[in-house]
């Protein structure tokens, strides 16, 4: 409860953060913000064309000209905004070495501000991704409920492991390294550009001890059939997500006041 009574108290320094950010990254660019539509906008009509019209790929079983558009598009927004979450509370305690150095504020408000950033960003992608949903008659319903505790899960996961990352980077900096380079193993692990299908039974067999796989399968199964996730399936990432955010909450109380030495 002090922890979120100190994040209350400092809701106007988080707001100013997240409002700054937005504002740096468009700074000198003659569209400004429109990037945050055409980026996304150019990736869903890239997709489309070449799945959909040239190379007509098909997924098992789903009918939909757009099925693999929709399909690849599922999985790198959805994968895009964790690993956001990730890499950025990965470094954020160096990032903002000078700030934590000069200001006495609460600890907390560097990772509440890189979530706010990270939905901010991919709650404008993935409006655009809805709209085009709505226009090609794939909107799936009432199932499209599901996607808010789905998307919790993603973000409880991801800045547990982000938290846990961000303050062992403080002390050992090969973690930030080594982090960008498992991410991207561990994207192609993941069936997002790939149907879980098409692998060996005993690739399969692993997929279950990944739980982004879990993740996109159930983020996937709502946008693709418009049907509920298959909640059981679930339960093993919300123990994890669950103990790597106290873990890191540990980690980070216990650490909080050697960073600022070792920065």
């Known amino acids: 409860m002090d922890m979120i009574r100190a994040l209350w108290a400092y809701r106007g320094f988080i707001l100013g953060s997240v409002k700054r950010e937005f504002q740096t990254k ?3 660019s003659l569209l400004g913000a429109a990037w945050n539509i055409i980026n996304p906008l150019s990736m869903i009509v890239v997709y489309t064309l070449i799945f959909s019209q040239l190379m007509k790929a098909r997924l098992p079983g789903v009918e939909s000209t757009y099925g693999f558009s929709i399909y690849l598009c599922t999985g790198i927004l ?4 964790f690993a956001e979450i990730t890499t950025r509370a990965t470094g954020m305690f160096l990032e903002h070495a000078n700030l934590l150095k000069k200001l006495s504020f609460p ?3 560097l990772p509440v501000t890189v979530v706010s950033n990270a939905v901010l960003n991919f709650g404008i992608v993935f409006g ?3 709209l085009f949903l709505l226009l090609s008659g794939n909107f799936p319903g009432w199932a499209v409920l599901a996607l808010v505790p789905l998307l919790l899960l993603l973000v409880l996961f991801a800045i547990g492991i982000g938290i846990t990352l961000g303050v062992l980077n403080v002390f050992f ?3 930030g390294q080594f982090f960008g380079i498992f991410l991207s193993f561990w994207f192609w692990f993941t069936p997002i ?3 879980i299908s098409i692998l060996p039974d005993s690739v399969k067999f692993l ?3 990944n739980p982004m796989a879990r993740l996109m399968a159930a983020f996937q199964t709502v946008l693709m059939t418009g049907e509920w996730p298959n909640w059981t399936s679930l339960w093993p990432v919300v123990v994890l997500a669950t103990a790597l955010c106290i873990f890191g909450l540990r980690l980070f109380r216990k650490r909080s006041g050697e960073m600022v030495d070792e920065l």
């Open 26 to 28: 468009y700074r000198n």
């Open 78 to 81: 959805t994968w895009g905004l």
């Open 207 to 209: 997929m279950n001890f």
């Open 173 to 175: 900096r090969d973690v």
């Open 107 to 109: 600890r907390l408000c």
């Open 128 to 130: 655009l991704f809805t």
């Open 193 to 195: 550009v790939y149907p």
